[in-house]
């Protein structure tokens, strides 16, 4: 199943209010009718965070909410970009030359990361020119990967506008890798779901190689997504980049300390393997090998054994060169037992004990704590919305996405879902004048979805 392209479904425009209007509103910009029509889903991730790109499996699942791309293939290499949200500038570029500015992740600039890494793939030298009109209903900035499954959808435009297909999987790593040229050190989860989603469960979803495995969740939960109204951008923050090299400095020491070739070693993931420990032992050889006081940057090349010139030129990336101390302890900590959870999280789905709503929602409430703790990836938004949710009635809760910001997802018993939603708008939405003006696509239940397609007029 995982090896199929992307589903093509032709529908009746009539019955499909939105596609209408997208047409409509395409017709007046570029004066002509669009060809196809291509949707990619957001994503929540409902536990494992931050621990895709240390090489362990995580566990999202698509979201009703996605980006839709209408397309017309045209004679000329020139690709022209709108949004149906006025305050997203057009935008458009020969289609020959594609430049992609890190200094400011605008929108089309996460367009154009698909565009390039399909037509890289195909060694594409005369691609087709395209007039798109984006429509957008995930919430942006808010941890729900409005950014990867932008990325998404322009990758499966472009494959489409120049005739070529791929499967699922090949699209998820293609568009994973090619979010990159935007300058986010990412894991792979985002595109992966978006792609690769299924209607009615979530996936657990593991790499190297990329597979994706059905984990059905429990019928007497309601999973509720809030948006904090912080937003967090992942690209124009150093915060995400900077715990991407904590781990991988702490990969580095781990290795030296236990022998091995820790100048191969990218990944947490990769110590595990190679000492062959479960990630209950990994944690103890954390705790025995570091100390929770931040590492200074002589303190490490003392450890690594190399010149200061040697780290900042062959381990830190351009964006952490400023970095001054890291605190290693504190991230393997939160990776290794992140990890363990993702795993008792699925195995309880599998199992379907009684109590299994109980004992996911303390997996995801453990998840947050060390989100906030061990990560530091929470901010005091997040934690207030937390707190709120728990009091009305989630039996676990937890931030998702990057954090600092972004949204919370929560498990919440079906019987208790009106309630909990009337008392969190309450609580959380109607107290502040700035979330008050959010709060229509700030705080929804949500469902497994349905991964990326291409919709053809019937």
């Not at 570029?93 to 992609?100: E, G």
């Not at 039996?395 to 009337?422: E, H, I, Q, Y």
């Amino acid at each position: 199943m995982a090896a199929a392209a992307p589903a093509t479904l032709p529908v009746q425009l009539a019955e499909q209010p939105r596609l209408l209007k997208l047409k409509e509103m395409f017709v007046a910009k570029f004066g002509s009718a669009p060809k196809f029509y291509v949707r990619a889903p957001g994503r929540v991730n409902l536990i494992g965070e931050h621990i895709d790109y240390c090489g362990y499996a995580v566990l999202p699942m698509a979201i009703e909410q996605d980006i839709l791309i209408a397309v017309e293939p045209v004679k000329t290499q020139v690709v022209q970009l709108a949004n149906t949200n006025s305050s997203y500038l057009d935008f458009s570029s020969s289609a020959n030359n594609i430049q992609i500015n890190k200094t400011k992740p605008l929108w089309h600039n996460y367009f154009l990361c698909g565009l390039k890494g399909i037509q890289e793939h195909f060694g594409l030298n005369n691609p087709t020119g395209m007039n798109c009109l984006l429509d957008g209903t995930i919430p942006p900035s808010s941890g729900l990967s409005s950014s990867s499954a932008l990325v998404c959808c322009a990758g499966l435009v472009t494959l489409r506008a120049n005739g070529k297909t791929l499967s699922k999987v090949e699209l998820a790593e293609i568009c994973a890798k090619s979010e990159r040229y935007i300058g986010t050190e990412g894991g792979g989860m985002d595109q992966s779901i978006s792609f690769l989603a299924e209607e009615g469960t979530a996936k657990l979803i593991e790499f190297s190689p990329l597979r994706a495995t059905d984990v059905r969740l429990p019928s007497g939960a309601a999973f509720v997504i809030a948006n904090s109204c912080v937003e967090m951008n992942k690209a124009a923050t150093s915060h995400y980049n900077i715990r991407v090299m904590e781990c991988r400095l702490a990969t580095k020491l781990l290795s030296k300390s236990k022998g091995l070739d820790w100048k191969k070693m990218l990944k947490l993931q990769d110590v595990q393997v190679k000492l062959g420990v479960s990630l209950e032992e990994m944690l103890t050889i954390v705790e025995e090998v570091f100390h929770p006081e931040p590492y200074g940057t002589e303190e490490i090349c003392k450890c690594l054994g190399i010149s200061l010139e040697e780290l900042r030129t062959q381990i830190l990336t351009q964006n952490t060169q400023d970095v001054s101390t890291f605190k290693l302890y504190q991230r393997a900590k939160h990776v290794y037992g992140e990890a363990a959870r993702v795993l008792e999280f699925k195995k309880i789905c599998n199992e379907a004990p009684a109590n299994a709503i109980q004992l996911l929602g303390e997996l995801m409430n453990q998840s947050y704590i060390s989100c906030k703790e061990m990560y530091e990836c929470s901010c005091p938004e997040l934690d207030r919305l937390v707190d709120i949710c728990l009091q009305f009635g989630a039996v676990g809760s937890r931030l998702t996405g990057a954090g600092w910001g972004g949204c919370t997802v929560s498990m919440v018993p079906t019987d208790k879902l009106n309630n909990f939603l009337k008392n969190v708008e309450k609580a959380y939405y109607q107290t502040n004048v700035q979330r008050l003006a959010l709060e229509n696509n700030s705080l929804f239940a949500t469902k497994p979805g349905r991964g990326a397609l291409v919709f053809v007029e019937a």
